[in-house]
């Protein structure tokens, strides 16, 4: 199961880097509580839809993984994102972690940045 998760969580990191959302969005349980510092949790597939499609301050970048680990229903990354935020190039080091559901969607994340908010 947790290879599975983790291939799961490989598979975000390309298909959000390509922009592509539909593949983003199947990856997440319809509840999805996503939490970031700073921020209002987003609650829910279409809340989540709404901000990468609208609202993701973070554009026409890339994720390098540095160390991605899994235990149980939960996978750790630990990585760098280099790209823009409005307007500006920008890299950052970000701590995520992902918690799966029985069925094998992500149904909560949380995301933690060496910046005060992205």
């Known amino acids: 199961m947790s290879q599975s998760n983790k291939d799961a969580v ?10 592509e959302y539909d593949t983003v ?3 997440f349980d319809e509840s999805i ?4 510092p700073g921020q209002e ?3 829910n597939i279409d809340a989540l839809k709404d901000f990468y499609i609208n609202q993701r301050p ?22 760098t994102f280099s790209g823009v935020q409005a307007d500006t190039a920008v890299s ?14 992500i149904e909560r994340r949380y995301t933690y940045t060496d910046r005060d908010t992205v």
């Open 10 to 19: 490989r598979a975000y990191y390309t298909a959000i880097d390509a922009e």
């Open 25 to 27: 969005f199947a990856l």
């Open 33 to 36: 509580v996503y939490e970031r």
């Open 41 to 43: 949790n987003i609650r």
């Open 58 to 79: 973070l554009s026409a970048g890339s994720h390098e993984i540095h160390s991605l680990t899994s235990e149980d229903e939960t996978v750790a990354v630990r990585g």
């Open 92 to 105: 950052f080091g970000f701590a995520d972690f992902f918690v799966f559901n029985e069925t094998g969607l």
